[in-house]
T-cell receptor, first 109, second 115 residues
Framework: DAKTTQPTSMDCAEGRAANLPCNHSTISGNEYVYWYRQIHSQGPQYIIHGLKNNETNEMASLIITEDRKSSTLILPHATLRDTAVYYCIALQGAQKLVFGQGTRLTINP | GAVVSQHPSWVICKSGTSVKIECRSLDFQATTMFWYRQFPKQSLMLMATSNEGSKATYEQGVEKDKFLINHASLTLSTLTVTSAHPEDSSFYIC???????????FGPGTRLTVT
């Protein structure tokens, strides 16, 4: 699986868009980019995934660069409940998820 | 949809005893379930992958005789921590993938404390 790198922590004001970057420069052509988040003392929650095209769902948008070496998860209107650790994972098919340290996002009032 | 439950949510047991944790997919059938462990301030570490009706595949360094996994049906997997020791105290999380999907849906986790 491609290794991903994320900033250790980020802060964002409530109501603003939170943009979480992820680098995956060694990603292969058939590896998807998945995003999960983990709120304190809970199991991880699936957010979104994509291969090449940008994706949007009710939770977030995923912007993948044309060369696929990086991506950005966008939470359009962050709330206090979005405070969590966000994990960016690159994997192919049914491979097992390998969690890195993720980005600790803090939404401030 | 895609809800995974775990039972119990927390458990305290004495050193040397065994503890069973259940993981259920409530509204879908899961041919594959995964078990993770998470120590404080650390990320999730995959322990094993279980497929319904077959033996679990354990990650390197995970003792299969200590962490017994049974995936007897398409909606239930169990993890039994045998002869528990204080160092087994951790947050245990399961996940499940619906048939023919790659997304994993996670349970709420079980906090085990061994005294």
């Amino acid at each position: 699986d491609a290794k991903t790198t994320q900033p250790t922590s980020m802060d964002c004001a409530e109501g603003r868009a939170a943009n979480l970057p992820c680098n995956h420069s060694t990603i292969s052509g058939n590896e998807y980019v998945y995003w999960y988040r983990q709120i304190h003392s809970q199991g991880p929650q699936y957010i979104i995934h994509g291969l090449k095209n940008n994706e949007t769902n009710e939770m977030a948008s995923l912007i993948i660069t044309e060369d696929r070496k990086s991506s950005t998860l966008i939470l359009p209107h962050a709330t206090l409940r979005d405070t969590a650790v966000y994990y960016c994972i690159a994997l192919q098919g049914a491979q097992k998820l390998v969690f890195g340290q993720g980005t600790r996002l803090t939404i401030n009032p | 949809g895609a809800v995974v439950s775990q039972h119990p949510s927390w458990v305290i047991c004495k050193s040397g005893t065994s503890v069973k944790i259940e993981c259920r997919s409530l509204d879908f059938q899961a041919t594959t379930m995964f078990w993770y462990r998470q120590f404080p301030k650390q990320s999730l570490m995959l322990m094993a992958t279980s497929n319904e009706g077959s033996k679990a595949t354990y990650e390197q360094g995970v003792e299969k005789d200590k962490f017994l996994i049974n995936h007897a049906s398409l909606t239930l997997s169990t993890l039994t921590v045998t002869s528990a020791h204080p160092e087994d105290s951790s947050f245990y999380i399961c996940s499940a993938s619906p048939w023919e999907e790659y997304e994993q849906y996670f349970g709420p986790g079980t906090r085990l404390t061994v005294t």
